[in-house]
């Protein structure tokens, strides 16, 4: 005895919420469409049976089954034809061969556009990877591409604390691969075809596809002949972009001069494409550097709106190859500095017309006896035509077109 108690009688069970026993209900002819093999009631009543189960008939030719407390993982009729199945033996059950008919595949142009593209880019030396989709909103900021991070999607629940947002740009995760994969290696050209999440004014947000990549180290591997390989630049990428546009026949692509984050000022341009602005690339900042830890090197990057870049790919129109031999002419023209090339090589090829095959810049001079601030572009100019062989006499007039062209319209002329 102990501080006067006695044993009660009987006994007491504190039990608040008492187990339910389930009772699941097994149509007829449930098990035969499940496992497609017909086992007779009489097997399955025996079956659930050895299992603990009680079984009753129910209304509609049904089985009553009330499982034993032990097994909750029975709960559904799913769940005893599994156990049918798994007493009976899945040597049982026949193979057969799926009914009906697949519908007719639906081509989407705009997947194979990013199919291609692909392929293109890999063919560049590029290297596809995929990035984070939640981001901290910081890089952004830091890097200029955003003035605050009001403009992001944020998480209700986050999983980290430096990833509590949905991206705006792909670019800060390509920063972040270049800094993991430079403890590794010392060349990076990677690529990523993904979306970005934009606030819309509906319950989900806007998720637009964007192109981007990144160039940093040497453009090509070392090797005995060429033991340091120039290091990638603004016009690798630019190369990049006239390599994609050409395998997806997009047409020709414009570029001006940009001035804005995170490009190095000088080093960056603006990509059009029928007009249209499709996005930026250029050299980062050399400032912008510390964001993501990198050491001092040079880095090219870019992004791109997909859908408007990718719109007009197609296969192209087929074209004739001439039996004729070209016949090329070289022309060195001295413009202002600040004249942009392409507007030089428009005129050209407006003026020359249809014999003009190919038009290829090769040198750019300055210095004496060009006076200051001026500079001298020296091209290839190639005719050719599908009908007959070229003389002088055919291209001497053509010549005088481009250089008259040139004096009129820009106030230009060749170099003495």
């Not at 020709?252 to 995170?262: C, I, K, R, T």
């Not at 006076?371 to 020296?378: D, E, N, Q």
């Amino acid at each position: 005895r102990h501080a006067g108690g006695t044993v009660a009688r009987g006994i007491v069970d504190a039990y608040p919420r008492p187990q339910q026993v389930p009772t699941v209900r097994l149509p007829a002819g449930e098990v035969a469409r499940v496992l497609g093999a017909d086992i007779p009631e009489a097997e399955v009543r025996r079956i659930l049976l050895s299992l603990g189960c009680t079984v009753t008939a129910a209304d509609g030719g049904a089985l009553a089954v009330v499982v034993p407390s032990s097994r909750l993982d029975l709960a559904i009729p799913a769940d005893l034809v599994e156990e049918v199945a798994r007493i009976t033996g899945y040597h049982r059950i026949p193979s057969a061969p799926m009914s009906g008919e697949f519908p007719p595949p639906r081509p989407d142009a705009a997947m194979d556009a990013e199919d291609r593209a692909r392929d293109a880019l890999v063919a560049c030396g590029l290297t596809e990877v995929i990035t984070y989709s939640l981001t901290d909103p910081s890089w952004c900021v830091r890097l200029g591409l955003e003035p605050d991070a009001a403009g992001f999607v944020c998480l209700a629940n986050p999983m980290t604390a430096d990833r509590t947002h949905l991206r705006r740009h792909i670019l800060p995760g390509l920063l972040e691969t270049l800094r993991h994969n430079l403890r590794y290696v010392d060349r990076v050209a990677v690529f990523e075809l993904a979306r970005v999440y934009l606030p819309g004014g509906a319950q989900l947000p806007d998720e637009p596809r964007r192109l981007a990549l990144l160039l940093s180290g040497p453009s090509s591997p070392p090797w005995w002949g060429n033991p340091t390989p120039a290091p990638y630049d603004f016009f690798h990428a630019k190369g990049v972009l006239e390599a994609l546009a050409a395998r997806l026949n997009l047409g020709a692509l414009a570029f001006a001069p940009f001035d804005g984050a995170p490009y190095q000022r000088g080093r960056a341009a603006q990509v059009s494409l029928g007009g249209r602005p499709v996005g930026t690339f250029g050299e980062l900042a050399p400032a912008l550097r510390g964001v993501f830890d990198l050491p001092e090197r040079r880095v090219v990057l870019g992004e791109f709106d997909a859908a408007t870049l990718l719109a007009g790919a197609g296969l192209g129109a087929y074209r004739r190859l001439s039996r004729f031999p070209a016949l090329t002419q070289d022309l060195a023209i001295v413009c202002p500095e600040e004249m942009a090339a392409a507007r030089i090589e428009t005129v050209v090829r407006e003026a020359a017309g249809e014999l003009l095959v190919d038009l290829r810049l090769f040198d750019v001079y300055r210095g004496e006896p060009l006076p200051k601030g001026s500079r001298s572009l020296a091209y290839t100019v190639t005719f050719q035509s599908t009908e007959r062989t070229l003389g002088e006499e055919d291209v001497l007039p053509l010549r005088g077109r481009i250089v008259a062209a040139l004096k009129d319209t820009l106030g230009v002329g060749l170099r003495a």
